[in-house]
């Protein structure tokens, strides 16, 4: 049972996901949206705000103007995409605060989120969760 407790223990402490970061953006909280992909995907559509970093370009150079207090919550397309992970993961190298966005851009969507980009949506699909 303990390494079951220690599993979502180390789950909930890389991980968030679309209304955990919906709430601590309303709420002001040190925590940025950060997506990982490339540009033609984000410049289409992406989380309103969100920084844009494409995990092929994280470096030391192209992050040393990112604020280190703050809370990157990298995601991509969705769970078909793995430039969240390779994302967080180059950001926990260079140092900084992350957690990996649950389902991406496709789950911002369907708990009903808006975004931003030429294809953007005021609101997303509004199939809230009910937890």
Same mark, same amino acid.
Request: aromatic fraction near 6%; proline fraction near 4%; charged fraction near 25%.
């Given at each position: 049972?303990?390494?079951?407790?220690?599993?979502?223990?180390?789950?909930l402490a890389f991980e968030m996901d679309p209304s955990d970061?919906?709430?601590?953006?309303?709420?002001?909280?040190?925590?940025?949206?950060?997506?990982?992909?490339?540009?033609?995907?984000?410049?289409?559509?992406?989380?309103?705000?969100?920084?844009?970093?494409?995990?092929?370009?994280?470096?030391?150079?192209s992050t040393k103007h990112l604020d280190r207090e703050v809370?990157y919550v990298v995601y991509c397309d969705g769970i078909g995409?793995?430039?969240?992970?390779? @994302?967080? /993961?180059?950001?926990? *190298? #260079?140092?900084?605060?992350?957690? %990996?966005?649950? @389902?991406? /851009?496709?789950?911002? *969507? #369907?708990?009903?989120?808006?975004? %931003?980009?030429?294809?953007?949506?005021?609101?997303?699909?509004?199939?809230?969760?009910?937890?």
């Open positions: 049972m303990e390494a079951q407790m220690k599993h979502y223990q180390n789950k970061l919906f709430e601590a953006l309303n709420q002001g909280e040190k925590v940025m949206p950060l997506d990982a992909r490339r540009l033609q995907g984000f410049e289409i559509e992406h989380i309103p705000n969100a920084l844009h970093i494409p995990h092929r370009e994280m470096c030391a150079e809370l995409c793995n430039a969240s992970t390779k @994302g967080a /993961l180059n950001m926990t *190298k #260079l140092g900084f605060k992350v957690k %990996e966005l649950i @389902g991406g /851009l496709e789950w911002w *969507k #369907l708990d009903g989120y808006a975004t %931003e980009g030429t294809k953007s949506s005021p609101e997303g699909l509004k199939v809230q969760c009910a937890c």
